[in-house]
């Protein structure tokens, strides 16, 4: 009866396709009922066994088919590197064979997901090149955009993002596409460009995901372009969502856009201090930048608070050192000597822990020392100004009388 089991039960058929085998296995129609005995197994859920019928055909002219369905099996596992041998022996051994554009795609793709990059990216460009009108074809040009990013073609990237938002219509409305284009330019350093097609982003209906990339992507290209009246405002919308993500570089890009001014500044630092009560974070460096903004911004008290928060935070860092000494020179201008005075004094002792080690703090301790010392002495203090200037190493205070 040949090979025609179809009216057979799936056990039936399997049993009488293995028999055959174990009694002809030199008949010339055996590779076929390999094949057959490889669809029985995976039909009856029995992987491993498909797998050995299906590699058991190494020539002949079953042999591509054998391939396409290990192809199959390795994928639907997540074994995207064997899937990806496999449908490489395909198209070298099956050069007219129907299914050849399906599998050109598959192997791009398996490759792709298997991290091989560098072979992915050429398999993805060869296939679009081969077919350019195939219905996958856009979706794998626009892989093709994030795995010349992933390799750092940004130029390319750049060329191929661009024309699927001017060939496509259904490309313009897409976030991710968006997003590709502004990576692509951010890797070429056009940080005001890329800034723009990420604000961009935020005006379509993306995905949160989405728009939050497009949120940190535009507060990094407006910071990177020097913009920093637009970093703030990117952001202060950061913070707004996450104060432990912006809020730092937003008090920074205030400072930098000089923003600590007039109403407009003192309510975006309203804004910094409601998020720190909430318990948000900054680091010793970042509250002496915020209390330099706030004094700008007339808000003496909050100015000190922030100050004595880096100082204790701090004590013998720079920047504790540099905040106890921004402290006491608030507190001289404010006509409180002694507050003053105690500020300089902390400022003095921490610094000597440095001992003239960094430039920096020595310049800290070396003010800290002459204030206190001017201070002390127009208290009628003569021995606590002449201890100030004792204690500090001479040579930090050499040349200045």
């Known amino acids: 009866r040949g090979l025609g089991l179809g009216q057979l039960c799936l056990p039936q058929a399997l049993g009488a396709f293995q028999e055959f085998l174990l009694r002809h ?19 009856r859920g029995d992987r491993a066994g ?11 002219p079953h042999r591509p088919e054998a391939l396409r369905r290990l192809a199959g099996l390795h994928a639907g596992a997540g074994e995207w590197l064997g899937a990806a041998k496999a449908l490489e022996e395909f198209l070298r051994l099956a050069p007219g064979h129907p299914g050849r554009e ?24 060869e296939v679009i090149r081969g077919y350019p009108r195939g219905p996958r074809a856009l979706e794998f040009r626009r892989r093709h955009g994030f795995l010349l990013l992933g390799l750092e073609k940004h130029a390319e990237a750049e060329r191929l993002f661009e024309a699927l938002l001017q060939e496509a219509p259904s490309e313009r409305h897409r976030a991710d596409v968006r997003l590709g284009l502004a990576a692509s330019l951010m890797g070429q350093k056009h940080y005001p460009r890329a800034a723009g097609v990420f604000e961009g982003v935020l005006r379509l209906s993306a995905a949160p995901a989405e728009r939050r990339s497009a949120e940190r992507g535009a507060a990094a290209a407006w910071w990177e372009a020097g913009d920093y009246a637009r970093a703030a405002q990117a952001y202060r919308r950061l913070a707004a969502a996450s104060a432990e993500e ?5 008090v920074v890009s205030l400072e930098r856009a000089d923003r600590c001014g007039g109403e407009e500044g003192r309510e975006a630092l309203r804004f910094i201090l409601g998020a720190l009560a909430g318990g948000a974070a900054l680091s010793p460096g970042e509250r002496l930048r915020l209390g330099g903004c706030l004094e700008r911004a007339g808000m003496d008290a909050e100015a000190l608070a922030q100050w004595e928060a880096a100082a204790k935070a701090a004590p013998a860092a720079g920047e504790g050192v540099w905040a106890a000494l921004r402290q006491g020179a608030l507190l001289e201008r404010r006509g409180q000597g002694k507050e003053a005075m105690a500020r300089y004094a902390r400022a003095a002792e921490a610094a000597l822990a440095f001992k003239g080690e960094k430039p920096q703090v020595a310049d800290a301790l070396q003010q800290a020392a002459l204030r206190g010392a001017v201070l002390h002495f127009g208290e009628g203090d003569c021995p606590g100004a002449l201890r100030l200037l004792k204690d500090p190493p001479l040579v930090l205070i050499e040349g200045e009388g």
């Open 25 to 43: 296995p030199q008949d010339p129609r055996a590779p076929e009922a390999r094949l057959r005995v490889g669809e029985l197994l995976e039909k």
């Open 50 to 60: 498909a797998i050995q019928a299906y590699a058991a055909l190494r020539e002949g």
């Open 102 to 125: 399906e599998a050109r795609f598959d192997h791009a793709l398996a490759l792709d997901r298997a991290s091989r990059l560098e072979e992915a990216e050429a398999a993805y460009r």
């Open 246 to 250: 912006g809020l730092a570089r937003y």
